[in-house]
Nanobody, 121 residues
Framework: QEQLLESGGGLVQAGGSLRLSCTAS????????MAWYRQAPGKQRELVAA???????DYADSVKGRFTCSRDNAKNTVYLQMNSLKPEDTAVYYC???????????????WGQGTQVTVSS
């Protein structure tokens, strides 16, 4: 079964940066639109960023200008560079393959373990 593995999380002060990585067995990353989601305690999981196989990106308004999603298809890896982090960015971050449905992205497959990002004030 294909699995997604997120890494790169940690504890950082407000204003700091982190780069998350997502790898997978097989070629599911290189052949799919991928997205980063996050879930904060007591909140619903929300879409943070998405990247198509061609490199086109979409971002949640809350992270535009601060986060950058990229991919390396040869390495079957997708990245999320997070700059100017804020305490409200604290969450578990997940990557997931998605498909487009009208103006939405719909996740499909199994969620990985995620990686914890904690931003202190």
């Amino acid at each position: 079964q294909e699995q997604l593995l997120e890494s790169g999380g940690g504890l950082v002060q407000a204003g700091g940066s982190l780069r998350l990585s997502c790898t997978a067995s097989g070629n599911i990353i290189s052949t799919n639109t991928m997205a980063w989601y996050r879930q904060a305690p007591g909140k619903q999981r929300e879409l943070v960023a998405a990247i198509t196989t061609g490199g086109g990106t979409d971002y949640a308004d809350s992270v535009k200008g601060r986060f950058t999603c990229s991919r390396d298809n040869a390495k079957n890896t997708v990245y999320l560079q997070m700059n100017s982090l804020k305490p409200e960015d604290t969450a578990v971050y997940y990557c997931m393959r998605v498909y487009s449905y009208y103006s939405d992205y719909v996740p499909w497959g199994s969620w990985g373990q995620g990686t914890q990002v904690t931003v202190s004030s």
